[in-house]
T-cell receptor, first 116, second 112 residues
């Protein structure tokens, strides 16, 4: 296994269109996270799954955003009616809770979204 | 409310010298801390972590120090190499919590 993969790497869309991103985590990891990063900022948490259950959603995740992880493996993040403010790097990470409760997250390469 | 702060946006160090990157946090519930390195157009790469039961963790050229009373941690890179030039992010979480809180990053440049 070579790590977390994301598809596509780049997406350019027009305002108002819907977009969907896919993340494939490291196979033995049961936790999958989505973050968003804008220029000059660190990644900001959006949502996370443990297996197929979505356990937490940030208030950054408006009603236009939806994430799924139907079989506890890959995940999709959909943005409906995109806005220019949605332009960002969308990062996926996966992790597994360690014996001491720590959770190191490993990131994919990201999907760069540009909304025109 | 910026719970994790990296007050130095950039740092320039000569090759072979020590690089020290600093991070402060405000939330006393944080007890697991990580450093990530990020190159342009790539995702963050995990470097090293430390839990609050320790005050130091070392991995090769990288050492992280944690001062819980001051709510401060630092990353030392010795010796610095040109390939270390990247943006470094500090991140924190509470054990068994569900998300990482990141700082805004410090851009490290290592010159010959």
């Amino acid at each position: 296994d070579t790590g977390v993969s994301q598809d596509p790497r780049h997406k350019i869309t027009k305002r108002g269109q819907n977009v969907t991103f896919r993340c494939d985590p490291i196979s033995e990891h049961n936790r999958l996270y989505w973050y968003r990063q804008t220029l000059g900022q660190g990644p900001e948490f959006l949502t996370y799954f443990q297996n197929e259950a979505q356990l937490e959603k940030s208030r950054l995740l408006s009603d236009r955003f939806s994430a799924e992880r139907p079989k506890g493996s890959f995940s999709t993040l959909e943005i409906q009616r995109t806005e220019q403010g949605d332009s960002a790097m969308y990062l996926c990470a996966s992790g597994a809770v360690g014996g001491d409760g720590t959770d190191t997250q490993y990131f994919g390469p990201g999907t760069r979204l540009t909304v025109l | 409310d910026q719970q994790v702060k990296q007050n130095s946006p950039s740092l320039s160090v000569q090759e072979g010298r020590i690089s020290i990157l600093n991070c402060d946090y405000t939330n006393s519930m944080f007890d697991y801390f990580l450093w990530y390195k990020k190159y342009p157009a790539e995702g963050p790469t995990f470097l090293i972590s430390i839990s609050s039961i320790k005050d130091k963790n070392e991995d090769g050229r990288f050492t992280v120090f944690l001062n819980k009373s001051a709510k401060h941690l630092s990353l030392h890179i010795v010796p610095s190499q040109p390939g270390d030039s990247a943006v470094y992010f500090c991140a924190a979480s509470a054990i068994r919590a569900d998300k990482l809180i990141f700082g805004t990053g410090t851009r490290l440049q290592v010159f010959p």
